[in-house]
Nanobody, 121 residues
Framework: QVQLIESGGGLVQAGGSLRLSCEAS????????MAWFRQAPGREREFVGN????????NYAGSVRGRFTVSVDSTQKIFYLQMNTLKAEDTAVYYC??????????????WGRGTQVTVTA
């Protein structure tokens, strides 16, 4: 399993931006699907966006499409979530997850511990 460490969370005003990072433990992410999830207080964890290492293709939840962007750096070791035009409803703990390309969808084998994002109105 790849170990994941998130960073970059914090407090930001509505309309602002943040970039979250997810560093993989020395593994190339080329053979992984990487994803960001989030969980707000009192709510279930929800999908935010993912990235396929082999093709670079991405998918987003409707609530963030056009505002958030996922990407992987050139070393294939860091997974990013660029969040723009943040809204109060984006407040949540954000988690990074990974699964090998060959595993079924939703079979996330690795999770980070999460990083808090708080958006003030």
């Amino acid at each position: 399993q790849v170990q994941l460490i998130e960073s970059g969370g914090g407090l930001v005003q509505a309309g602002g931006s943040l970039r979250l990072s997810c560093e993989a433990s020395g593994r190339s992410l080329r053979n992984y699907v990487m994803a960001w999830f989030r969980q707000a207080p009192g709510r279930e964890r929800e999908f935010v966006g993912n990235h396929y290492g082999s093709s670079g293709s991405t998918n987003y939840a409707g609530s963030v499409r056009g505002r958030f962007t996922v990407s992987v750096d050139s070393t294939q070791k860091i997974f990013y979530l660029q969040m723009n035009t943040l809204k109060a409803e984006d407040t949540a703990v954000y988690y990074c997850a990974a699964r090998r390309l060959s595993t079924p969808a939703d079979a996330w084998s690795s999770w980070g511990r999460g990083t808090q994002v708080t958006v003030t109105a």
